[in-house]
């Protein structure tokens, strides 16, 4: 049995290391998809509020997108935004890109302004998600705890809000 193996890596080592598409070969298909695949990291930059048209808010959301990956991407146009209210009501709605450039070039950071009209209650909202359907890739999120601007990781959003949804606590919210 040996002996066949070394046969057979010294007529076609290549084949013999990838196991003809076996194991070997997946890893590798697996790990080129991997160096491969779309990432791109969004920071929220600025949010500012227009109180001006009452019963709704403008709110000009900056963004910062940074394709990690190897190739171009875009974005569409909308961000959606998921809150909760003091009352822990859902609100939803979406915010329209202000540029007609929407294309991701790799490791170029690229700031864009969305817009758009909300209800006035967005203002005090908490545990916002603000979402980003990109071309490739599928979506890069935000999440942000209260209007103060305060980030956090998916595990410690979670948990604060479920502690909010099932107790009404703000244990982020300071003062």
């Not at 190897?70 to 998921?82: C, G, L, M, V």
């Not at 209800?119 to 209260?146: D, M, P, Q, W």
């Amino acid at each position: 049995m040996i002996e066949g193996l070394i046969a057979a890596f010294q007529t076609d080592p290549l084949k013999t290391l990838l196991g003809s598409g076996g194991i070997l070969g997946l890893v590798v298909i697996i790990g080129r998809w991997f160096w491969n695949r779309p990432r791109v990291n969004v920071k929220l930059i600025q949010e500012t509020f227009d109180i001006k048209g009452n019963p709704n808010v403008e709110v000009t959301l900056t963004v910062e997108f940074e394709n990690h990956g190897r190739e171009n991407t875009s974005f569409e146009t909308e961000a959606k935004i998921y809150c909760l209210t003091a009352d822990r009501e859902v609100l939803q709605f979406v915010l329209m890109a202000e540029t007609q450039t929407r294309t991701l070039s790799p490791v170029t950071p690229q700031q864009i302004t969305f817009k758009g009209q909300v209800a006035a209650t967005y203002i005090y909202s908490h545990f916002r998600i603000i979402k980003f359907k990109l071309s490739r890739g599928g979506e890069a999120s935000i999440r942000v705890l209260n209007a103060s601007g305060q980030l956090a990781g998916r595990i410690k959003f979670f948990f604060l809000k479920v502690l909010f949804k099932v107790f009404g606590v703000l244990p982020h919210v300071q003062g």
